[in-house]
């Protein structure tokens, strides 16, 4: 009869050493020797060896039955069925879970419904935010990234990147954070103010390798950024040659904006449309936002100053980093297929 590792003893590896000093466990004591004695020749204790010699009087083994445990409260056939329904819909709440079980007559509480899910790696989180993407806009950034896949640094070097972003006066729109007690809630420490009107500015920048252009305030279209255009290119020193890079939306795509640029013969490279992902000056306006932000601005003219002042003091360093790192925003493209990626 085969001898089997009992796994509520010290001896708790199934492997072959093991099997075999179980078999002289009892073969020595069907020789007479005693548990002590057992004990001491195996380096064992002698409850140990006590508890292997009751199990195998009493069954000829040390198999140790499977032990069920505690019986799950939703049913397998119910548990396949509510996971395949999260997969296939990721936003399904535990509570219409819950419903939906309780219509197969099963009744749990959602933090059981949780925990099955978390078996399976499922867990609930915050919806990542990103711009909607139609066939069009994944066919144009896959051709994009596939088309610029392999440029070298110097090509990448050598483009005035160019954006524009909103910043609020009392903060971005991201969830903020706040430790408060019971029933404090509403004092104003712990408000996030808003405004109605006139709280917030759009602010035009561009970048190269060499540090940061111009940031201004816009209103109107493109070509009011003209003369910061011109400018910038003769502070950051691009050379003949150098590309300017825009995004491909209706503001960039006016009459008035294709004029300015073919009045002034610009080499242009179009990012794609809802492609924020694709121009690395979007990791500096977080940036950007988050140093004027802990400087607490009281109005918009104190706004519009420190976001000039912390826009000047972005190193270039930053920026070559970005740059460093653009093929791997490309590669990210193109294996979501021109979908949205994680930059």
Request: net charge negative.
């Given at each position: 009869m085969p001898?089997?590792?009992?796994?509520?003893?010290?001896?708790k590896s199934c492997n072959m050493g093991a099997s075999k000093q179980l078999s002289k466990i009892i073969q020595h004591y069907g020789l007479g020797e005693g548990y002590k004695k057992l004990s001491k020749r195996f380096q064992l204790s002698v409850s140990t060896v006590r508890n292997i010699m009751r199990k195998w009087k009493a069954t000829g083994t040390v198999l140790v039955k499977p032990r069920s445990g505690r019986p799950s409260k939703i049913p397998e056939r119910q548990r396949r069925r509510m996971v395949r329904m999260v997969k296939n819909?990721?936003?399904?709440t535990s509570k219409a879970l819950q419903g939906y079980l309780a219509a197969d007559g099963v009744a749990v509480h959602r933090s059981t419904i949780q925990r099955n899910l978390?078996?399976?790696?499922?867990?609930?989180?915050?919806m990542r935010k990103k711009p909607f993407l139609h066939s069009r806009h994944k066919l144009s950034r896959l051709r994009y990234a596939k088309e610029h896949l392999d440029k070298p640094i110097s090509f990448w070097n050598k483009i005035l990147w160019t954006d524009e972003t909103k910043i609020e006066l009392f903060g971005h729109n991201k969830r903020r954070y706040a430790w408060w007690?019971?029933?404090?809630?509403?004092?104003?420490?712990?408000?996030l103010p808003t405004v109605k009107f006139g709280g917030s500015i759009m602010l035009w920048g561009c970048v190269a390798s060499a540090g940061t252009g111009n940031l201004v305030k816009i209103e109107g279209w493109?070509?009011?950024?003209?003369?910061?255009?011109?400018e910038s290119v003769t502070k950051l020193k691009l050379r003949q040659g150098w590309v300017f890079q825009q995004?491909?939306?209706?503001?960039?795509c006016s009459k008035s904006a294709r004029a300015f640029m073919q009045r002034n013969k610009y080499n242009v490279l179009e990012r794609p449309s809802q492609s924020p992902d694709l121009n690395i000056i979007e990791n500096l306006w977080d940036d950007l936002k988050e140093a004027v932000h802990a400087r607490n601005p009281s109005n918009i003219t104190e706004l519009q100053r420190f976001c000039q002042e912390e826009w000047a003091k972005i190193p270039s360093s930053?920026?070559?980093?970005l740059i460093g790192g653009y093929r791997k925003c490309l590669q990210a493209v193109i294996f979501a297929k021109g979908g949205s990626t994680k930059y």
């Open positions: 001898v089997l590792i009992l796994f509520d003893s010290p001896l819909n990721p936003q399904t978390h078996k399976e790696r499922l867990y609930g989180r915050v007690q019971k029933n404090t809630e509403f004092e104003e420490k712990h408000l493109m070509d009011s950024t003209e003369n910061d255009v011109q995004g491909n939306d209706p503001k960039h930053r920026i070559q980093t």
